[in-house]
């Protein structure tokens, strides 16, 4: 399979009152055609940031370097109106609240036809409206031929997802970037979201980028998955290998903090707290919470290297 | 929305009953006689006692209070003890250079404060954005009638560009009238023109800051659509609220601008009124005034209403 | 004290990071506040102006160079000069002085009527918030009234059935200024009493006088500071305005709003008579809508999270 | 073991004014006919999703609202009838972890005034006791004594909730309600919170009332579980019962719901229809009939009540009884 998306040493930085914060240092990772790419981490670790850049949403301030090759062109070196024409159109991208992302004073029908005929120079407004009733009929919205009227507070919160899940749609894109898209929402709403995600992807055979903090979701949904850690991915491998085989001691650490279904044996945590990504940082980020830590890890900067074929680590002990 | 407005229209009452009320008092609280206050001591008694019985003060209170009331209901809120003629029917001959006056003040404050608002939040922290604070913050702390005696000093008496005050009827002479109007309602407008403007440019920076804002722009939405369809939409529910309470402060800052270019409008009439102690004629115009600040607020709820959703189906 | 507690058999899991960079104690709410308004350049000249001005009220005997009252018969409408740094008035008396006592006046009123604002607003408020039901009802309503007035026509309302003079002055503006102090304060109390900690509060039993003051006024101080300086710049500009009107502080009183008054008669031969009062009016009142303003950053609680 | 407390058809309703001047009141039943025994030393989870009335349940079993129907009896009398001054003492025995870290304390207090509240309301000590003892809380939840003085903006999420769990302590409860102690915590640290929990109770003999909405955090901790949903318990049991043979179609569909982090293992998925109906207007008969893929047409119409199935396990459902 060819791939649809690399990201090659991705840096972005943010300036504070206390210096500049490096949010994202160095990441690489990779989306091949049709399949689903987990990015797990826990907050402050850079998933959502990661995916911002690829949608070229960072704020001013924020400085990013490093490539971001879509289809083997860099997205960085785009001007902002050729990022316009991609974005919802090439690459679409879901969001973590379905409560606040939809504008509040205009109708759903509205909000999903104004991405089709942004996109689509020619397409007459009915039959924007057409192809929305069609996709959200397609996201499973129950009667869509009148919710299009319907304002979205009027949505549950799975319903707005749906809603978004289809705007999303709207132009059928080769990438959709969800970004914790179940995070806000009820378990067996949730299961609905995920199962409807799998399901479009097999469709319409499209890549989805899926960002989240949820080991589990991730093991039921992605085919890859990559681990970030304070702005690094620490680990990154097919979703059968990091279960069965995870090699970083922070991937490790994080499938024993899980509580596991049917089990009540006494939990692994991770001790400590994640660092604040200041410029002073040396070593590696999880050196401080790390149980194999030894003097290496304290001063040397690690980079991620391939141990087996496919499973990439970012870790001395593994790597060597 | 039907029963929204409803809605709305009722819970005005209690609202127009405790104004009623409340203005009612105004001249039950007045401290010692009112005929006294009114006539002097040396007055006759049949004169005293004719007085007492216009104002209906040899009643008891209550039985006054309903009386005015079921008078107030229509409209007859009795006669001006300096010119004897109904009260209503001064206020209404004066209404005219007011309700100019006050229509074209917030014309130009919306016309100033709406747009440069926007601008500010868009450019934000350029220098655009930094005028716009400062001249808003000198907006709403000059002294309205101080402005209104200086531009007078420069614009009319050094100048001599446009008249000093005065008012010509609109339909007698158009031009002359705007010329006369523009001063004061220039006057009027700066306080209301700063709030506006300082409102705007922070429901702006609000809104662009939520994160359907977000979505919109991963939809690849075109800059125009993205500030004028996304945000101001949603920017304008807060602005309303505040145009709405600047009403209030414009129908208040009326008096004072009426006095500075001697306007015959019902700000001077309400003025002449309490220097004369007409009372009937002071309580009719402050009536009338809160009135009409409640009733521009209504509008305000039912606009509000029609751009929100959420509250149209409350 | 029943069971003594044990000591953790497992070490206590003590966070690595957090250690190194903590100091014994760290700085409380306002320090931390004052820090930040202390960057804003514009709000400090606010501040500073303020200063200025009760510097003027409260020296003015001494800073003046002359007696308020005093008329120099024979200098009366006199352009500035180096005696009289402001020029003179048609009594001939000092603008320069007349303004410096004027500070007396202006911050006088602004102070009391912004008072009896608080006093009441906030009292009214703290109970309808925190108390809700019945009592939050009446006392909405009735604020909901007095707001449909608009404010400066209130004051001269309650300023037509007083009389004129400067204790009724505060009283009115006092009046006027109660409802928005009520409003803010209730919606204040109304956000802060579903906060968790309150719930905590009381789930430990903390009796409601203790969390009124030990737990939401001080959450609620920032709106009403904020306010407060706000409504010190109305207080100024309405005493002035019924002074203009000539329904407020009476003659010969050196009200800025009366100078100004007095001096439109002279526009067109001594503009100096009306310029300078209504210049420190302006000046005093920006001060206060920076100092505001600036307040309004720096007590916010969203940015505190750097 | 002696039952802690106990609770009986316990209500809660709330009104919500609609239409014109508010005539027509509609009910929200958030907790509607709760019956439970807490026994001394467990932990007993209450689980479901949001709007099932589990932290409603919580709050009105301190009276942070007051029910409006049902007993709660701790000791032998009813909470519910105690005036307000034995509530407060009563109070100390109950204690609550909050959801929220960042909102459950007071930004104004330090550290060490948020956690001698409760010293200060309830024990007659000197300051330097009340210092003494707030230092001695802070080393049983793991944090170091010289945050005393520091002020709540100043700590993590982890931390924060650590600070709750002192206070909580602070008063040496007998139970605690933790209403979502770990939901805002990241999954490492959430570990930590839930092993500082667990410990505590051992070392400090306490009864715990764990509400969540995440099943497999409320297994882990919880001896009992109780599945809720629209305000009713519709299936109870010991913890490892209610994962190994779940009888409510709703807890079934509710466990299958749950992602786990094991690629491997391929279940069959029960995917519910639709959202949890409003609780303004509850479905007639069984809540869950609108939902559930077996409901029969006597679902629709009479309400199950919960009966025992098994030893320690209950049921509301037609279907299983």
Redesign the interface.
């Known amino acids: 399979m060819e791939n649809l998306l690399e990201v090659i040493d991705l840096k972005v930085t943010f300036p504070t009152s206390k210096g500049r914060i490096r949010a994202i240092d160095g990441v690489n990772f990779k989306v091949k055609k049709g399949e689903i790419l987990g990015i797990v981490g826990e907050s402050g670790s850079g998933k959502s940031i990661s995916s911002l850049s690829i949608?070229g949403?960072i704020s001013d301030q924020g400085q990013v370097e490093g490539k971001i090759l879509f289809n083997d062109e860099n997205l960085l070196n785009k001007t902002e109106v050729e990022m316009?024409?991609?974005?919802?159109?090439k690459i679409?991208?879901i969001?973590q609240?379905p409560m606040?992302?939809?504008?509040?004073?205009?109708t759903i029908g509205n909000q999903i036809s104004?991405?089709i005929l942004?996109?689509n120079k020619g397409v007459t407004k009915k039959e924007a409206v057409e192809k929305t009733i069609e996709l959200l009929k397609l996201v499973g919205l129950p009667s869509p031929e009148q919710r299009i009227h319907d304002?979205p507070?009027?949505f549950s919160g799975g319903m707005r997802q749906r809603a978004?899940i289809a705007?999303?749609l709207a132009c059928e894109p080769e990438l959709l970037v969800a970004d914790e898209p179940t995070t806000a929402l009820d378990v067996t709403i949730q299961a609905q979201i995920l199962e409807l995600l799998k399901e479009i992807q097999m469709k319409l055979g499209m890549s989805i980028i899926l960002i989240t903090h949820d080991l589990g979701v991730v093991a039921e949904t992605c085919h890859r998955v990559a681990v970030m850690y304070a702005g690094h991915v620490v680990e990154e491998t097919d979703v059968y290998t990091l279960f069965a085989n995870p090699k970083h001691p922070y991937t490790k650490g994080l499938i024993n903090s899980l509580p596991k279904l049917g089990s009540r044996e006494r939990l692994t945590p991770i001790q400590g707290q994640p660092p604040q990504l200041y410029d002073d940082l040396t070593g590696c980020r999880f050196a401080s919470r790390c149980p194999f830590v030894s003097a290496e890890c304290l001063e040397n900067e690690q980079v991620i290297a391939e141990v087996t074929k496919g499973h990439f680590v970012r870790c001395h002990k593994e790597v060597g | 929305m039907f029963?929204y407005i409803?809605?709305r229209l009722?819970m005005l009452i209690?609202?127009l009953i405790?104004?009623s009320t409340?203005?009612f008092l105004?001249?039950s609280?007045?401290?010692g006689d009112v005929v006294d206050i009114l006539l002097g001591t040396s007055a006759t008694p049949e004169a005293r006692e004719a007085l007492r019985e216009n104002l209906g003060l040899n009643k008891p209170v209550v039985i006054r209070y309903f009386e005015w009331m079921f008078n107030a209901i229509q409209l007859d809120f009795g006669e001006s003890i300096r010119t004897g003629k109904p009260v209503i029917e001064e206020f209404f001959a004066r209404l005219p250079a007011t309700l100019q006056l006050a229509g074209l003040a917030m014309a130009i404050s919306l016309l100033i404060g709406i747009p440069f608002g926007i601008l500010a939040a868009i450019k934000k922290d350029s220098w655009i954005s930094h005028v716009v604070s400062v001249v808003s913050?000198?907006g709403?702390?000059?002294?309205?009638?101080?402005l209104g005696?200086?531009l007078?000093?420069f614009i009319s008496?050094q100048l001599r560009l446009l008249p000093p005050g005065g008012f010509v009827p609109f339909l007698e002479n158009p031009i002359e009238n705007l010329k006369g109007m523009i001063l004061p309602a220039f006057t009027l407008g700066t306080s209301m023109s700063a709030v506006v403007m300082r409102m705007t440019r922070s429901a702006m920076l609000e809104v662009l800051g939520?994160?359907?804002m977000?979505?919109?722009?991963?939809?690849?939405?075109?800059p125009k659509?993205y500030r004028y369809k996304?945000a101001f939409?949603?920017a304008l529910i807060p602005v309303l609220t505040v145009i709405g309470i600047q009403i209030?402060?414009?129908?208040?800052?009326a008096?004072?601008i009426e006095?500075?270019f001697a306007l015959p409008g019902v700000g001077r009439l309400?003025?002449q009124a309490?220097?004369q102690r007409d009372y009937p004629l002071?309580q009719v115009t402050?009536l009338m005034?809160?009135l009409g600040?409640?009733l521009v607020n209504l509008l305000v709820d039912i606009i509000y209403a029609y751009?929100?959703?959420?509250i149209r189906?409350e | 004290m029943n069971p003594v507690l044990k000591k953790q058999q497992t070490p206590p899991v003590v966070d690595l990071n957090a250690i190194d960079n903590i100091g014994e104690k760290t700085e409380g709410f306002y320090k931390v506040s004052f820090d930040k308004l202390r960057k804003n350049k514009?709000a400090m000249f606010g501040l500073y102006v303020i200063l200025l001005n009760i510097i003027m009220a409260v020296f003015a005997p001494l800073i003046a160079p002359h007696d308020p009252t005093e008329m120099f018969v024979k200098n009366r409408l006199e352009a500035p000069s180096s005696q009289f740094f402001m020029g003179t008035d048609e009594f001939g008396r000092d603008i320069f002085s007349r303004i410096i006592y004027g500070a007396q006046i202006s911050l006088k009123v602004g102070i009391i009527s912004v008072g009896i604002g608080i006093f009441f607003g906030v009292f009214l408020g703290l109970i309808s918030g925190y108390f809700g039901k019945l009592l939050d009802n009446v006392i909405s309503?009735?604020m909901?009234?007095l707001f449909?007035?608009?404010?400066?026509?209130?004051a001269?309302?309650i300023?037509?059935?007083?009389?004129s003079n400067i204790t009724n002055v505060m009283i009115a503006i006092g009046i006027v200024s109660i409802p928005i102090f009520a409003r803010i304060t209730r919606s204040a109390v109304l956000s802060v009493r579903e906060s968790q900690f309150i719930e905590a509060a009381k789930s430990t039993g903390v009796k409601d006088i203790v969390i009124i003051f030990r737990h939401i006024l001080p959450n609620i101080s920032a709106p009403i500071i904020v306010q407060s300086t706000l409504s010190l710049?109305f207080a100024i500009?309405a005493e002035?305005?019924l002074s203009?009107?000539?329904?407020g502080t009476q003659p010969p009183s050196p009200s800025w709003?009366l100078m100004?008054?007095t001096?439109?008669g002279f526009?067109?031969t001594s503009?100096w008579v009306?310029?300078f009062?209504?210049l420190a009016?302006?000046i005093t009142?920006?001060s206060f809508?920076?100092l505001g303003?600036g307040l309004r950053d720096a007590l916010d609680p969203r940015l505190k999270k750097d | 073991m002696p039952t802690l407390l106990k609770v009986n058809d316990l209500k809660k309703y709330f009104e919500v004014n609609k239409?014109?001047?508010g005539r027509q009141k509609s009910v929200v039943k958030a907790v509607d006919g709760i019956n439970l025994d807490v026994i001394e030393g467990e932990t007993i989870g209450l689980v479901g999703e949001s709007g099932c009335g589990k932290s409603t349940t919580g709050r009105l079993l301190l009276r942070l609202i007051e029910a409006d129907q049902g007993e709660i009896i701790y000791k032998g009398q009813d909470l519910r009838k105690l005036d307000n001054e034995s509530l407060r003492k009563t109070r100390k025995d109950m204690q609550m972890v909050f959801q929220d870290p960042y909102g459950s304390l007071n930004p104004r207090l330090s550290v060490g005034e948020i956690i001698r509240e409760p010293l200060r309301t309830h024990f007659n000590m000197n300051k330097e006791e009340q210092q003494k003892r707030v230092k001695e809380l802070l080393d049983v939840v793991g944090l170091n004594q010289r945050y005393i003085n520091r002020y709540p903006h100043e700590f993590s999420g982890g931390q924060r909730q650590r600070i709750g769990i002192a206070r909580a302590l602070a008063l040496n409860p007998k139970l605690i309600i933790a209403d979502e102690p770990v939901a805002a915590l990241d999954v490492s640290i959430q570990a930590q919170v839930l092993n500082l929990l667990k410990d505590l109770q051992k070392d400090l003999n306490l009864t715990y009332i764990f509400i969540a909405h995440d099943l497999s955090v409320v297994q882990y901790i919880s001896d009992r579980v109780a599945v809720m949903y629209l305000g009713k318990i519709v299936e109870i049991a010991n913890s490892e019962t209610l994962y190994k043979n779940p009888q409510h179609p709703y807890t079934k569909a509710l466990l299958s719901s749950i992602p786990v982090p094991d690629p491997t293992v391929k279940r069959e998925r029960i995917l519910l229809e639709g959202d949890v109906p409003s609780p303004l207007n509850p479905p007639s008969g069984c809540s869950f009939h609108t939902r559930c893929p077996f409901a029969e047409q006597r679902c629709k119409e009479e309400t199950p009540s919960l009966l025992t199935v098994a030893d320690q396990h209950k049921v509301a459902c037609h279907l299983v009884n």
């Open positions: 949608m949403l316009r024409k991609i974005r919802g159109d679409s991208m969001f609240d606040s992302s939809l504008n509040p004073v205009f104004e991405a942004l996109h304002y507070h009027k978004m705007m999303a | 029963k409803m809605k009722c209690p609202v405790g104004i409340i203005v105004l001249i609280l007045i401290p913050m000198l709403v702390s000059i002294p309205a009638f101080w005696t200086m007078i000093l008496l939520q994160d359907y977000k979505t919109a722009l991963a939809k690849g939405v075109t659509l996304h939409k949603n209030g402060y414009l129908l208040g800052g008096v004072i006095e500075v309400a003025l309490i220097y002071v402050v005034f809160s600040f409640v751009i929100d959703p959420r189906y | 514009l309503r009735f909901d009234v449909s007035f608009p404010d400066i026509l209130l001269i309302a300023m037509a059935v007083l009389g710049a500009i002035a305005s203009f009107l000539g329904l709003g100004l008054n001096g439109r526009m067109e503009p009306a310029i009062p209504g009016i302006m009142v920006l809508n920076v303003d | 239409g014109l001047f």
